[in-house]
């Protein structure tokens, strides 16, 4: 019998979690692991109490013609690892993994080049998760050593040298 590796074996489960998001363009799914237990699940939507996208029939970043990866404050959802770190806690999730997988909304396909956002990222990294691991296909996927987000400070910028 061959056995599914773990990483896809939590993969898999992250994208079940994602049939739960509400987004009219990208749903994503992610689940914290720490010690070969689940720590906690998060997928994309609004936040609670608060109508969806998929209830409102229309995306606002999408009405407003906004690129894809800008602006992201004008959007209802909380973002899938967003959700899955405010439901665990610190304790549990240093040193863990986060597993993240991502479809395009409208086609059902995996996204090949699903990540974190920055604002997203930054929520990662004070997690204290060590690394993440996201789903390109089927059954292949890239593992982020957070520590290299650390040291890819994309917000730093040269210092004018007076």
Not at 129 to 146: D, K
Request: glycine share 6%; charged share 25%.
């Amino acid at each position: 019998m061959n056995r599914i590796s773990k990483e896809n074996y939590y993969l898999d489960i992250a994208q079940t979690v994602l049939e739960r998001a509400t987004c009219l363009r990208r749903v994503y799914g992610a689940i914290i692991v720490s010690n070969d237990e689940i720590i906690s699940t998060g997928y994309n939507g609004a936040p609670r109490g608060r109508a969806n996208c998929v209830d409102m029939g229309f995306c606002t970043r999408e009405a407003m013609k906004v690129p894809r990866g800008e602006r992201y404050e004008l959007c209802r959802s909380v973002h899938a690892e967003a959700n899955a770190i405010i439901s665990a806690s610190r304790r549990d999730m240093v040193g863990a993994t986060i597993y993240l997988v991502g479809r395009n909304a409208q086609t059902g396909e995996l996204l090949p080049d699903a990540t974190s956002c920055p604002m997203c990222r930054r929520q990662v990294i004070n997690a204290g998760l060590a690394r993440v691991v996201i789903r390109r296909t089927p059954t292949e996927f890239t593992v982020v050593n957070v520590d290299d987000w650390i040291a890819e400070d994309d917000l730093l910028l040269p210092r004018d040298p007076d």
